[in-house]
Antibody, heavy 118, light 112 residues
Framework: EVQLVESGGGLVQPGGSLRLSCAAS????????MTWVRQAPGKGLEWVAN????????YYGDSVRGRFTVSRDNAQNSLFLQMNSLRDEDTAIYYC???????????WGQGTLVTVSS | QSALTQPASVSGSPGQSITISCTGT?????????VSWYQQHPGKAPKLMIY???NRPSGVSNRFSGSKSGNTASLTISGLQAEDEADYYC????????????FGTGTRVTAL
């Protein structure tokens, strides 16, 4: 059974940093692109970033480029999102998701809540 | 990054068919067959319903179908059921330097 479990969310002050993790199981993690998506409270979905199997390609949304870094450890079946210079508007549930290879995602985690507030 | 445009809400009676539109540009929806649709119930993670414009993943009801014309993609739900009440989002690849992905603004579906 495919499982994705995010962790690392919490309360952080504006300007602070946080590192999210996503533990994958039930599939060969190293053969899939992976994606981060977020959802602010009561708002819609926003694509954040994705990463190729060997980390040779990484793409970011305009609102996070230069502040967030996506990475992965295929040996540990883990995906990461390093978030720096956090802003109030980064407050959201952050989901990790597996890319199908057809420009969409098929399995999602339950999400981890990040709250940026002083 | 501007989101794809969807109606805020669509409603229908049980058993009816409804259609949700998703309007983009030639750089995303109109330029590629990489449009997908997600269903999200309150408090839950999104679920893939349609990929590559009109393909259904295994396990998704055939009451859900997708299509595209020009820069607008559509999701049709036939025989609307109470369990279909949810938020629906389109999603598309967007070309550019760099390339990216973009969601639609989301549509709340209500079964009256």
């Amino acid at each position: 059974e495919v499982q994705l479990v995010e962790s690392g969310g919490g309360l952080v002050q504006p300007g602070g940093s946080l590192r999210l993790s996503c533990a994958a199981s039930g599939f060969t993690f190293g053969t899939y692109w992976m994606t981060w998506v977020r959802q602010a409270p009561g708002k819609g979905l926003e694509w954040v970033a994705n990463i190729k199997q060997d980390e040779s390609e990484k793409y970011y949304g305009d609102s996070v480029r230069g502040r967030f870094t996506v990475s992965r450890d295929n040996a540990q079946n883990s995906l990461f999102l390093q978030m720096n210079s956090l802003r109030d508007e980064d407050t959201a549930i952050y989901y990790c998701a597996r890319d199908t290879g057809k420009y969409c995602t098929d399995y999602w985690g339950q999400g981890t809540l990040v709250t940026v507030s002083s | 990054q501007s989101a794809l445009t969807q109606p805020a809400s669509v409603s229908g009676s049980p058993g009816q068919s409804i259609t949700i539109s998703c309007t983009g540009t030639s750089s995303d929806v109109g330029g590629y067959n990489y449009v997908s649709w997600y269903q999200q119930h309150p408090g839950k993670a999104p679920k893939l319903m349609i990929y590559e414009v009109s393909n259904r993943p295994s396990g998704v009801s055939n009451r859900f179908s997708g299509s595209k014309s020009g820069n607008t993609a559509s999701l049709t739900i036939s025989g609307l059921q109470a369990e279909d009440e949810a938020d629906y989002y389109c999603y598309s690849y967007r070309s550019g330097r760099p390339a990216s992905f973009v969601f639609g603004t989301g549509t709340r579906v209500t079964a009256l």
